[in-house]
């Protein structure tokens, strides 16, 4: 990991609290964390991390870097806005056929469907404004101590 020094010696600066990806009773996730500095990447809790990894991966190709659409996908800062936990997750369980074009189901594809939450966590701050466009960096587990 190239950022791993980095992100360990700022370990002691962050007052974090409990575990990002932590699950309500309700289901939904707790919002990300982000911390972003003017000079270098957003950095974000682990769940986030690996929704933007994901991302990257499997959505991208059609939904842009940043999630800000394409040609022939919908920007999903826009889209998202207002849509539930519930019905992001059905979204990609059942894909989207619409009127022009559409999205195939990824319920089985062990790419995605593992990763239904992390998803969530990295769309919602993209689509509330929490994370700004551009590549991220993980945050120092909360939990790890430093030698
Ligand atoms: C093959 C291209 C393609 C890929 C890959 C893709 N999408 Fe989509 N997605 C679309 C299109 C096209 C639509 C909208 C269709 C329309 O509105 O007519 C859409 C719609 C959506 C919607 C809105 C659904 C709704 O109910 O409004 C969400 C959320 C979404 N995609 C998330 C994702 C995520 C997350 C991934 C990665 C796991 C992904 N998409 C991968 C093409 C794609």
């Not at 700022?10 to 974090?16: E, I, Y």
């Not at 994901?54 to 939904?63: D, I, S």
């Amino acid at each position: 990991m190239r950022h791993l020094r980095r992100l360990v010696a700022c370990g002691a600066a962050l007052a974090l609290g409990a575990g990002a990806s932590a699950q309500s009773e309700s289901g939904e996730a707790a919002p990300a964390r982000v911390e972003c500095a003017s000079d270098a990447p957003c950095r974000v809790d682990l769940a986030t991390f690996i929704g933007w990894r994901v991302f990257q991966a499997q959505c991208a190709t059609c939904h842009g870097a940043d999630a800000r659409g394409s040609t022939f996908a919908p920007d999903l800062t826009q889209r998202m806005r207002g849509m539930t936990q519930r019905n992001f997750f059905a979204a990609l369980d059942q894909g989207y056929f619409g009127p022009q074009s559409t999205m195939p189901p990824r319920g089985r594809d062990p790419n995605v469907a593992p990763y239904y939450d992390e998803l969530w966590s990295f769309l919602r701050a993209r689509a509330t404004g929490a994370l700004p466009p551009g590549p991220v960096e993980r945050l120092p587990n909360p939990s790890a101590r430093e030698p």
